[in-house]
Nanobody, 117 residues
Framework: QVQLVESGGGLVQPGGSLTLSCAVSGLRLESYAIGWFRQAPGKERERVSCVGSGDKPPSYAKSVKGRFTISRDNAKNTAYLQMNSLEPGDTAVYYC??????????WGQGTQVTVSS
């Protein structure tokens, strides 16, 4: 059974930083892409970043490029999203999935990120 558990969200002031973690079980993460998506109230889920299982560089949404960094530790079967210079527009529930596609069958419960002063 595939399970993903996101953690690390919280309330942060504009300009602050957070690191999200995604612990994966039930599959070997090294064989899969890993994507981070987010969904704000009243909006559709959007892809924030994705990195494949090979050597291709990760991709980022324009709105987060230069501020967010995706990474993975295959030995720990865990993925990360380092978020710097956070803005109120980054407020959303963040999800990880072993895919770069929003049609993935596997999602965690999400972790809430709120950026507010």
């Amino acid at each position: 059974q595939v399970q993903l558990v996101e953690s690390g969200g919280g309330l942060v002031q504009p300009g602050g930083s957070l690191t999200l973690s995604c612990a994966v079980s039930g599959l070997r993460l090294e064989s899969y892409a890993i994507g981070w998506f987010r969904q704000a109230p009243g909006k559709e889920r959007e892809r924030v970043s994705c990195v494949g299982s090979g050597d291709k560089p990760p991709s980022y949404a324009k709105s987060v490029k230069g501020r967010f960094t995706i990474s993975r530790d295959n030995a720990k079967n865990t993925a990360y999203l380092q978020m710097n210079s956070l803005e109120p527009g980054d407020t959303a529930v963040y999800y990880c999935t072993p895919s770069c596609l929003p049609t993935s069958n596997y999602w965690g419960q999400g972790t809430q990120v709120t950026v507010s002063s």
